[in-house]
Structure formats: C-alpha cells, structure tokens
C-alpha cells in the first residue's frame, strides 16, 4: 500500500460527504466514519508497516478485534 492508496482513501472520503446519511440504502455516515478510522491508521505507516496491517486485516473479524479494537470489524481487504 503506497501513499497513492491513501490519499485516494482520503479523496474518496471527501466524495462521500455530501450523500450523508445515506444513499439508496447505504449507511454513508457509517462508512465514512469506519472509513476515517481506516485512513487514520494507515497515515502514520510506512510501505512495510502498511502491507502488515493489510496481512492482519485479512485475519477474521474476531482476530481483527483483538489487534485493532477501534477498526471496524466488516472491513474486508480482498486476498
């Protein structure tokens, strides 16, 4: 994960503002907010750090709760 990634994160986040709370039956305010706390933890990583925080958020939900108890638990990073 480069910083490409997370800016992008962070423009999409922007995007979404204005379709709160929600849109044709998505909790918007919902998933900026899990959005923010992902971008949040993902700012202060380097290239390393980033690619381990993806490999422990492939775990399952229950394991991601243990290492991450502030991230939600429905993100899903695809393999």
Known sequence: MGR???ILLG?????LQSYQPDYQGIDVARLI??????LSALQ?????????????????????SQLYPRLPTIVAVPS
């Open 11 to 15: 423009e999409g986040i922007q995007r």
């Open 33 to 38: 907010g899990e959005s923010e706390l992902l």
């Open 4 to 6: 490409g990634a997370v």
């Open 44 to 64: 202060p990583l380097d290239r390393e750090q980033a690619q381990e925080f993806i490999r422990q958020l492939q775990m399952t939900p229950a394991d991601n």
